[in-house]
């Protein structure tokens, strides 16, 4: 079974640039979240995808960040315009059910300068 | 104050060592409960889940306490292997899908 597939895993971009982040979810599974981690910080939850809907984007910082999920398979994250706060792994995971564990990507490593 | 707090560490231990990480929760409702490694630079990956009861998996053994809203994990018989940042997570309160993670606490197993 292939796993949760990330793409780019890195990216270094300039404060005001547009980035796209993409994730494949594992076949099947309607749960697709999206993480982040900044430097020195905990893992923070972003939001949460049931197939194309937003279950909870509580976790957005603001409206530079939108998230797709067009008939619920991939994810796009996309940052625009980028800050240089935005730096961080960014990670997606998906699951089947929505309180078990999930599965994670290896994450996107952005970099804005 | 932080949801999940966690002792960051590091543990420094030497190989076949008994370690014990703890874990505070703040949101009593919070409804499941999770251990994460993550090695580093990589993805989490979960470790197993932590019920009232008391669980095991191998050399693993997880603790709940909700009355005290206590975590632990315990690791028997340390291998150099079991070296990365353990992530103790609560699944948020009511219908969501949101999980909270402590910044983690990091082992490091010597020979």
């Known amino acids: 079974e292939a796993g949760v597939t990330q793409f780019p895993s890195h990216s270094v971009i300039e404060k005001g640039q547009t980035v796209t982040l993409r994730c494949d979810p594992i076949s099947g599974h309607d749960n697709l979240y999206w993480y982040r981690r900044v430097m020195g910080k905990e893992i923070k939850f972003l939001l949460h995808?049931?197939?194309?809907?937003?279950?909870?984007e509580s976790g957005m910082p603001n409206n530079r960040f939108l998230a797709e999920r067009t008939g619920g398979t991939y994810s796009t994250l996309k940052v625009q315009p980028a800050e240089l706060e935005d730096s961080g792994v960014y990670f997606c995971?998906?699951?089947?059910?929505?309180?078990?564990?999930?599965?994670f990507g290896n994450g996107t490593r952005l970099t804005v300068t | 104050r932080k949801e999940v707090e966690q002792d960051p560490g590091p543990f420094n231990v030497p190989e076949g060592a008994t370690v014990a990480f703890n874990c505070t929760y703040s949101?009593?409702?919070?409804?499941?409960f999770f251990w994460y490694r993550q090695d580093c630079r990589k993805e989490p990956k979960l470790l197993m889940s932590v019920y009232s009861s008391g669980n095991e998996d191998g050399r693993f053994t997880a603790q709940l306490n909700r009355a005290s809203q206590y975590i632990s994990l315990l690791i028997r018989d340390s291998k150099l292997s079991d070296s990365a940042t353990y992530l103790c997570v609560a699944h948020g309160s009511g219908n969501t899908g949101k999980l909270i993670f402590g910044q983690g606490t990091t082992l490091q197993v010597k020979p």
């Open positions: 995808f049931v197939k194309e809907s937003k279950q909870d």
């Open positions: 949101n009593s409702a919070s409804q499941s």
């Open positions: 995971a998906s699951s089947q059910v929505r309180q078990g564990g999930l599965h």
